[in-house]
């Protein structure tokens, strides 16, 4: 063994954007709003707009590596929450609803996959 790894960057990016997110979260308590394009946005917002971006980024990666379930389980939360953060910004609770219907399918599905 020569003591060299190989590091993935990819995995490391999704997991810095999530990683991202949840401070964002955490820090709303804290954090005056952040301003976006001038409009004064709370940290929890940015939270769910992170999170929607890296998921995506490992649904792509995932996918392109032929990891499956892995993909679609990226994929369902970024849909899920990019939906969430649209009903925020909308102010939509059809949007909304639609948001937590497709998180909650997505669990039902991954639960059933892996309770095979």
């Given at each position: 063994?020569?003591g060299?790894?190989?590091?993935?960057?990819?995995?490391?990016?999704?997991?810095?954007?999530?990683?991202?997110?949840?401070?964002?979260?955490?820090?709303?308590?804290?954090?005056?709003?952040?301003p976006?394009?001038?409009?004064?946005?709370?940290p929890?917002?940015?939270?769910?707009a992170?999170?929607?971006?890296?998921?995506?980024?490992?649904?792509?990666?995932?996918?392109?590596?032929?990891?499956?379930?892995?993909?679609?389980?990226?994929?369902?939360?970024?849909?899920?929450?990019?939906?969430?953060?649209?009903?925020?910004?909308?102010?939509?609770?059809?949007v909304?609803?639609?948001?937590?219907?497709?998180l909650?399918g997505?669990?039902?599905?991954?639960?059933?996959?892996v309770?095979?």
């Open positions: 063994m020569t060299e790894r190989d590091v993935d960057p990819a995995p490391l990016a999704v997991g810095a954007l999530v990683g991202l997110a949840g401070l964002l979260f955490l820090l709303e308590p804290v954090v005056d709003p952040i976006v394009l001038g409009t004064p946005t709370p929890f917002v940015l939270s769910g992170v999170l929607t971006i890296g998921f995506g980024l490992g649904a792509a990666v995932y996918l392109r590596r032929g990891r499956r379930l892995i993909g679609l389980a990226h994929a369902v939360g970024a849909g899920g929450f990019g939906l969430l953060v649209g009903a925020t910004a909308l102010g939509s609770g059809t909304l609803v639609a948001g937590v219907a497709v909650a997505g669990c039902a599905f991954l639960v059933s996959q309770s095979r």
